[in-house]
T-cell receptor, first 111, second 114 residues
Framework: SQQGEEDPQALSIQEGENATMNCSYK?????LQWYRQNSGRGLVHLIL?????REKHSGRLRVTLDTSKKSSSLLITASRAADTASYFC???????????FGKGITLSVRP | EAGVAQSPRYKIIEKRQSVAFWCNPI?????LYWYQQILGQGPKLLIQ????????DSQLPKDRFSAERLKGVDSTLKIQPAKLEDSAVYLC????????????FGNGTRLTVT
């Protein structure tokens, strides 16, 4: 069953613009992770935020977590054509932090 | 460091046949995962090993799917017999400790069942 639900399902922006993707979930989590997947490839880990953290940065990426609203957002600043990919949020729950993925967001960055 | 290795890259079989996938995780990673990703969907966890013990196999269709992790290192996932709905990409991943650390994915095996 899906735990994280991403929004929007698809996003198309111009190179240089910022891209904001959202993820909502239903149950308490230990951590929330964002991954990127290029066509025909495996997933690549972008950033992990723990349930007691509110914001993390990594290069052009900024992730926020609001546990009261059970939601997270991923912001990619100054997007590039190479950022074109599918993005997934995944929630870690339970004693073993079982990781459950959402359906993903398709991001297209136009040159 | 070398990444997660998977083989084969592609496999086409007829329904009711059997198939096996192989995965070699990153050296030193304790936890190994098999995910199934159907086209247009997110990955679904099939089985999670920590060292050579099973941590979670609640979504593994045990009547047809089996997996083992030999000596706590590489792993095989088998489907016997395959059904049309098993057509998907099978992704192997590993992490240093558990899912509280980042997962490193292989490029997957794309299975087509005809």
């Amino acid at each position: 069953s899906q735990q994280g639900e991403e929004d929007p399902q698809a996003l198309s922006i111009q190179e240089g613009e910022n891209a904001t993707m959202n993820c909502s979930y239903k149950t308490s989590i230990n951590n929330l992770q964002w991954y990127r997947q290029n066509s025909g490839r495996g997933l690549v880990h972008l950033i992990l935020i723990r349930s007691n953290e509110r914001e993390k940065h990594s290069g052009r990426l900024r992730v926020t977590l609001d546990t009261s609203k059970k939601s997270s957002s991923l912001l990619i600043t100054a997007s590039r054509a190479a950022d074109t990919a599918s993005y997934f949020c995944a929630t870690g729950t339970g004693a073993n932090s079982k990781l459950t993925f959402g359906k993903g967001i398709t991001l297209s960055v136009r040159p | 460091e070398a990444g997660v290795a998977q083989s084969p890259r592609y496999k086409i079989i007829e329904k009711r046949q059997s198939v096996a996938f192989w995965c070699n995780p990153i050296s030193g990673h304790a936890t190994l995962y098999w995910y199934q990703q159907i086209l247009g969907q997110g990955p679904k966890l099939l089985i999670q090993f920590q060292n050579n013990g099973v941590v979670d196999d609640s979504q593994l269709p045990k009547d047809r799917f089996s997996a083992e992790r030999l000596k706590g290192v590489d792993s095989t996932l088998k489907i016997q017999p395959a059904k049309l709905e098993d057509s998907a990409v099978y992704l192997c991943a590993s992490s240093l400790i558990d899912s509280n650390s980042p997962l490193h994915f292989g490029n997957g095996t794309r299975l087509t069942v005809t």
